[in-house]
């Protein structure tokens, strides 16, 4: 064999001992790749094969498992109290903290009828947070029920305090009316000792309206702000020396009105003493 022959096999040899260095270069880079792909696939698979068993599997079996361990329930607790809402809750918090239907809670809560809002939140890992916002009293309607902002009449929780809030009265297909004129009078007077303390409508009488002060006002059945306008107007005037004396204020005339005054109390006199 020439010098030539054995060169050219020699550059042969080195030629597949670097292909064969590449490729197990390759191969060595590719490893890495393919056993993180591999990891990737088995961890779905077993998280998969997890939430299709956690589906399946019974309530009761679940509820072990992630049982609620903390309930926390916050409100302004004026028409409805803690005990209720965790009342409405019971139900489904015996379900576990996975399987705690949010949205079922929240309806629960909102056909409480001083219930106007409901907010329903987990907290990891075994809590739920509830809040809820109650209907705003607007005034008193009879002895058992309180008119709403809404325009609803609701019971009147027992034991809840009412504070200042004016006292309404009438038909309750009247309501709406009702409440319109009590809206309009409280926005007149706003003076102290002018507020509303009571107002009632029926359809012999027409308005009749208790402000704070004591004053009684009759006011007819028609063009009731004007009515009461001229009083202010009185009071401010030729009325203004003797308020603290008027008892009522009948406004149903024309161009007048007709004031009635307190009666005055006086102390009987004592006998003199004989001598």
Same mark, same amino acid.
């Given at each position: 064999m020439g010098k030539a022959q054995r060169a050219h096999q020699i550059a042969q040899r080195g030629a597949r001992r670097i292909a064969d260095n590449r490729e197990g270069e390759s191969r060595s880079r590719l490893l890495p790749l393919l056993l993180a792909i591999a990891a990737i696939a088995l961890l779905a698979g077993l998280s998969y094969t997890g939430l299709w068993l956690w589906q399946r599997?019974? +309530?009761a079996e679940l509820s072990r498992v992630d049982a609620l361990e903390h309930v926390r329930v916050k409100g302004p607790f004026r028409a409805v109290n803690q005990r209720e809402v965790e009342e409405i809750l019971l139900p489904f918090l015996q379900r576990g903290f996975f399987s705690l239907d949010i949205g079922a809670i929240r309806e629960a809560l909102l056909q409480h009828p001083w219930i106007v809002g409901a907010s +329903?939140? =987990? =907290?990891?890992? =075994? !809590? +739920?947070e509830v809040q809820v916002e109650e209907a705003r009293p607007l005034a008193v309607w009879g002895k058992d029920k309180l008119l709403v902002a809404s325009g609803e009449l609701l019971p009147r929780p027992p !034991?809840?305090?009412t504070g200042r809030?004016? $006292?309404l009265a009438g038909d309750e297909e009247l309501v709406e =009316?009702?409440?319109?004129q009590y809206r309009a009078l409280a926005g007149l007077l706003t003076t102290r000792?002018? $507020?509303v303390k009571r107002l009632s409508f029926d359809d012999l009488a027409g308005w009749h309206l208790e402000l704070v002060s004591g004053v009684e006002l009759h006011l007819g059945h028609d063009e009731l702000l004007e009515r009461v306008n001229r009083f202010l107007s009185l009071s401010r005037g030729v009325l203004a020396p003797h308020l603290e004396k008027i008892a009522r204020v009948d406004t149903r005339y024309s161009n007048a009105v007709a004031v009635r005054f307190r009666e005055q109390k006086t102390e009987a006199k004592k006998p003199k003493a004989e001598e």
């Open positions: 599997a019974p +309530v +329903v939140s =987990r =907290r990891w890992p =075994r !809590g +739920v !034991g809840m305090h809030l004016p $006292e =009316r009702i409440m319109s000792d002018m $507020e």
